[in-house]
């Protein structure tokens, strides 16, 4: 029979050779999918999991960094202009890269994700705690980011499909249960007036987390952060024009350099290397390396604004790397075992 009279593509039929190892078609075709449309990098394997890890982890490092700079911004801007600058800065960025970058619309079926992404990470998070911070300090307001990777990891798993272990959910439900003692032990064990907004917060973020970790395993992660940014542009300039007039603005060193980091920083840089790493190592996993971020937020609550830290917190820092250890190591082995055996 002639190529041309079969009915399946001469491009589609796989030929062995018998040069080739199983292990080396293996990679091969991973790397074929990993090069595909839309893929955001290689597909999952040892090399993929370890780079996701760290991007995820130097999106939590900037994440840390929040609380505190929020705290210096609202020494020169009101709350509510604080929040909508951020969001403008950001959105100019990012559309100056999507621009530079000739980068193509999203198809119609992703903008519902991209308003949750930006509903929840570019407006309802940063609008929620900076409120919040107006009556808790930086410490106390870390008591949402202990439970954010547990709620973020139960509303993966029902979005996505992801199933992890129970030694993974033992593991979460541990850190979980050290960050938050420890951070409610620090701020003396009593509920601040800015609750409220701390676990309204915590909802609307991790809906932000989990809707941008699906979406950057379609489209690259800057795309995702980028496309949220420039969807929320007309409401963040529109709350500019109303907050600045009515909040007063005293402009000096430490606000400046808050509103650069929690625009540039933050909102964009952070959130693009954390969507990468989550596309790279799932939701659930990405989520737990945030039990690190109360931690970190406290030493730089300490540098930076002079806020105490009790001795307690090495204690705490390596109890909640146990945690950490063991919820990526269980993630692992369930990302080995749901493989395919090649034959």
Same mark, same amino acid.
């Given at each position: 029979?002639?190529?041309?009279? @079969? ?19 293996? #990679?091969? $075709?991973?790397? =074929? ?5 839309? $893929?955001?990098?290689?597909? /999952? ?16 490092? #900037? ?6 700079? &929020?705290?210096?911004?609202?020494? +020169?801007?009101?709350?509510? +202009? ?18 530079? =970058? ?27 705690? &900076? ?51 420890? &951070? ?20 609307? *973020? ?9 979406? $950057? ?14 969807? *929320? ?6 709350? @500019? ?22 625009? =540039? ?46 001795? =307690?917190? /090495? ?7 146990? *945690? ?20």
């Amino acid at each position: 029979m002639r190529a041309q009279d @079969s009915a399946t593509p001469s491009s589609s039929i796989a030929v062995s050779d018998p040069a080739v190892t199983p292990r080396a078609a293996g #990679a091969a $075709a991973r790397t =074929a999918v990993a090069d595909g449309p839309g $893929a955001t990098g290689p597909a /999952p394997g040892f090399s993929a999991g370890r780079s996701g890890t760290v991007l995820a982890g130097l999106g939590v490092v #900037a994440f840390s960094l929040t609380f505190p700079a &929020t705290a210096w911004g609202l020494e +020169s801007f009101g709350p509510w +202009s604080l929040v909508a600058l951020r969001s403008v800065l950001a959105a100019l960025v990012a559309g100056g890269v999507l621009l530079a =970058a000739r980068v193509p619309l999203p198809a119609r079926r992703h903008w519902a994700g991209l308003a949750v992404v930006g509903g929840g990470v570019v407006v309802g998070f940063p609008l929620l705690t &900076t409120l919040a911070l107006q009556t808790s300090t930086t410490s106390h307001a870390a008591v949402v980011v202990g439970l954010l990777p547990l709620t973020t990891a139960v509303l993966g798993s029902v979005r996505t499909g992801e199933r992890p272990s129970r030694t993974f959910w033992v593991a979460a439900l541990a850190g979980a249960a050290v960050v938050i003692g420890f &951070t409610v032990q620090q701020s003396g064990g009593a509920l601040a007036s800015g609750d409220l907004y701390l676990f309204g917060a915590l909802l609307v *973020c991790a809906a932000g987390y989990t809707e941008g970790g699906r979406l $950057a395993r379609v489209m690259p992660g800057w795309q995702v952060i980028g496309w949220a940014l420039v969807l *929320c542009l007309p409401l963040a300039v529109a709350g @500019s024009l109303v907050a600045l007039p009515l909040e007063p603005v005293h402009l000096n060193a430490h606000g400046v350099l808050g509103l650069v980091w929690v625009a =540039a920083g933050s909102t964009f840089l952070g959130l693009y290397v954390w969507y990468r790493g989550m596309a790279a190592i799932g939701v659930a996993r990405a989520s737990q390396l945030q039990l690190a971020q109360p931690l970190l937020t406290l030493v730089w609550s300490f540098l930076l604004l002079g806020e105490e830290v009790s001795a =307690a917190a /090495p204690v705490a820092a390596g109890a909640v790397l146990v *945690c950490i250890a063991a919820t990526q190591r269980a993630g692992r082995r369930a990302g080995r075992e749901s493989r395919p055996v090649r034959s």
